[in-house]
Structures are given as C-alpha cells and as structure tokens.
C-alpha cells in the first residue's frame, strides 16, 4: 500500500492521536452506532484511537479492525483491551489487498486514512468490494485549509503549510476533508451525505483548549518541526514563532476554529 505517514509512529504521535480521539469522540462518533449483530470493518486502525470509540458506540456489532502495521495493530489491541470492550477482533491486511471476500461487511469505517494514502479512490472501491450491497460505508477526514484562529499570525500559517507541503509530498493530502463527496462518487458509491463538524475553541472551553488547541492540532504541526526544517520548507525561527503562534491562541483571549469532515454512504446493489 503507499502510504506516507508524516507524522511517524513513535510513543509521541500515539500520545497524540489517542489525546485527539478523546478530545473529538462526541463530534465524530456519536452519530455513529451499528446495530447488534452487524460486522464491521474497521480500515486503516492505527493504534486504535478511534476504535475504542467505535466499540463504544456500537457494543454489540462485530468489529474487524485492520491494519498494515504490526506494530500499531498490537498498540490498538493493548489500548481496546484495557478499554474493557469485547467485541473487536484484529487482522493484520493491507488495504488495497483486503484478505476478505466480496460482501463480507454490513459496514465500512475508516478515520484519518484517506488523508496519507495515494491514491484514495482505489481503496475506497477495494472497501467496496467487501461491502454488501446497501451496505455503508462511513469516512472521517480533516483539512489544515479550515483551520482558522486569532490572533492571526503568519508564521503558524507557515508552519501548518510546511506540514501539507511535505504530506503532499509524501503522496497524501492534508486538505483531503473538502473533497470526500467527490471521491465516494468517482469509487461508485450512491447516496453520499457529508457533515462538516466544526472544533470551536475560547477559553470558555478548557477542555478543547487544552486537548485539540495544545494536544491535538499544535502537537500535529510541531511534530513535522525536523522535517519541514530539513526539507528546506520552513527555517527553524520561523516554525518555531508559528508553534509559540499556535500556543498563543490558547491564552484567555485566544480563538480557533478546525473543521472534519464526515461522510457517509452506500453501496448499490
């Protein structure tokens, strides 16, 4: 599968994804909830942020989560585990080389994927083919283009451009959230809907200063920090003004806003 995760695979990244999953579980998955019985696909679970939130949601579904890293799979499995829930199991698979056959699924989920792979519209078709017809399929994304905060400042807007720079490079697209109708469409998908959901931060909301302002989105952008530097993108004073920069919207009189996107759709058949 090509895939270029930017963000690398150490103790700190899972850190992070695991504090953004907590932080934005009402937001994104709350609307999400299969029904007893039904078996699900987890694509693409990483170290198992959001499956924690999908076993959650959906108790009594049977969920496949998949991964192509051994590494991250065992990562997901210790954190579902200690989680208390049951009903995952996981499988080591690369998602345009699904061990699976057609129809296997009622449901397909995939979080934050779409954004480090290539060629986008191949996977969603390969998920298609293991869909059941009248089956849906669910993709979240988010796109560093929404993001939006005061007191402006042109170095952060600096440091998160390094960032989709070198996600683009890598052969993903950090800005994917604005064109998930487009791409449900172009893999032969029917009745897509998507749902923008806003993060809206002040200090009147501790809770997302600190675990999306601080934890998730700034401890995004400061993780590329050596690489934007080395691939010339970005000089080290000026990122590091753009991370004080972000830092700084979460003071008292500070604001940001970031929109994901949620889409949701179905196989015909």
């Not at 995939?110 to 083919?129: I, K, N, T």
């Not at 050596?226 to 000089?235: K, N, P, S, V």
């Amino acid at each position: 599968m090509t895939t270029g995760y930017v963000h690398g695979y150490d103790a700190i990244e899972a850190r992070r994804l695991n504090d953004q999953a907590r932080t934005l579980e009402a937001l994104l998955h709350a609307d999400t909830a299969y029904p007893a019985g039904a078996t699900v696909l987890e694509a693409g679970c990483g170290v198992g942020a959001q499956t924690v939130a999908l076993a959650r949601t959906s108790p009594e579904a049977r969920i496949t989560a998949i991964d192509v890293s051994a590494g991250s799979l065992a990562a997901a499995e210790r954190r579902v585990r200690e989680s208390g829930a049951t009903n995952v199991t996981f499988r080591q698979a690369d998602l345009f080389v699904l061990p699976f056959a057609d129809a296997s699924f009622d449901h397909v989920f995939v979080c934050f994927v779409l954004e480090h792979l290539a060629d986008p519209v191949a996977v969603l078709r390969a998920l298609g083919r293991v869909l059941k017809p009248g089956g849906t399929i669910t993709a979240i994304e988010g796109d560093h283009g929404t993001a939006l905060f005061h007191p402006a400042s042109d170095t952060a807007d600096a440091a998160i451009a390094a960032l989709v720079t070198l996600q683009r490079r890598a052969g993903g697209d950090a800005l994917i959230g604005r064109r998930l109708y487009p791409l449900l469409v172009e893999a032969g998908f029917a009745a897509a809907r998507v749902s923008p959901r806003m993060v809206y931060v002040d200090a009147s909301r501790p809770e997302l200063v600190e675990g999306f302002i601080r934890r998730t989105f700034t401890a995004m952008v400061a993780g590329v920090r050596e690489e934007a530097i080395r691939a010339g993108l970005i000089d080290a004073g000026r990122f590091d003004a753009g991370i004080a920069a972000l830092h700084r919207t979460a003071e008292p009189d500070g604001v940001f806003c970031y929109t994901f996107f949620k889409a949701v759709a179905v196989r015909p058949g």
